[in-house]
């Protein structure tokens, strides 16, 4: 792990015991650390509408692994999804700005240090207008993550009758710390077989969250429309 990382673990920590004004410090200490700055180009793009059926979608370009869209779920989607999140981005405003690769916080107790498949990819704002639209709903960032984590829970149980619960007990602890964005497993496992491919060190990508409209993440993520003939 790269002292820069250290660092910005060991600010994330800070964060998660005070609030207000002091993150608007701890923001500027991470850019100072060394994040992405504004202008340059994201290798992650997170586009987010406030819409609660369209929230909006992701996108990567790194070392010429690209996705050009994975579209987050709405609210009435089935399995996992953090409808309270959604309403609360339509309601509040976009955390717009730049953002770091983050992984687990200890205290999420969670069953991988990084990001793995049917896992959760944590961004952490650095930009202070992003850290205030989150800091007013105590979260540490946004994660994006699949229908469930069965896979990670699997190898942790005995009875597998648990699993289920546990799945759900680690999707509660992922919500209390940051706001889920859910996409289908389906698109959960291009985006891992993307990111296993990828050499840089996941602290050096640089993200960022931007507003789009809500016509435009519907024109990309509606499903298309098949009409039955007769008979």
Not at 101 to 125: D, M, Y
Request: include cysteine.
């Amino acid at each position: 792990m790269s002292s820069h990382y250290r660092q910005v673990l060991d600010l994330k920590q800070m964060r998660n015991r005070i609030h207000g004004a002091s993150v608007v410090l701890l923001g500027a200490a991470l850019f100072l650390l060394g994040s992405p700055v504004s202008g340059e180009a994201a290798n992650i793009v997170v586009r987010l509408s406030g819409d609660l059926q369209y929230p909006g979608y992701f996108s990567l370009d790194v070392e010429g692994h690209h996705i050009n869209h994975l579209c987050f779920l709405g609210s009435g989607a089935k399995g996992q999804v953090d409808r309270a999140f959604l309403k609360y981005l339509s309601q509040s405003g976009i955390p717009e700005g730049e953002y770091v690769v983050s992984p687990p916080l200890r205290e999420e107790k969670w069953p991988s240090r990084s990001f793995v498949k049917n896992g959760a990819l944590r961004l952490i704002p650095v930009s202070m207008q992003s850290q205030g639209v989150l800091a007013q709903y105590e979260l540490n960032g946004i994660a994006v993550h699949g229908r469930d984590f069965y896979p990670l829970v699997v190898p942790l149980v005995k009875d597998k009758r648990m699993v289920r619960f546990y799945s759900d007990q680690l999707f509660d602890r992922l919500k209390s710390h940051w706001g889920p964005l859910r996409i289908s497993n389906w698109d959960m496992g291009r985006l891992h077989d993307t990111w296993k491919r990828i050499q840089s060190a996941p602290d050096q990508l640089q993200a960022r969250v931007e507003e789009v409209s809500a016509e435009q993440a519907k024109r990309l993520c509606q499903p298309p429309f098949t009409q039955r003939k007769p008979g």
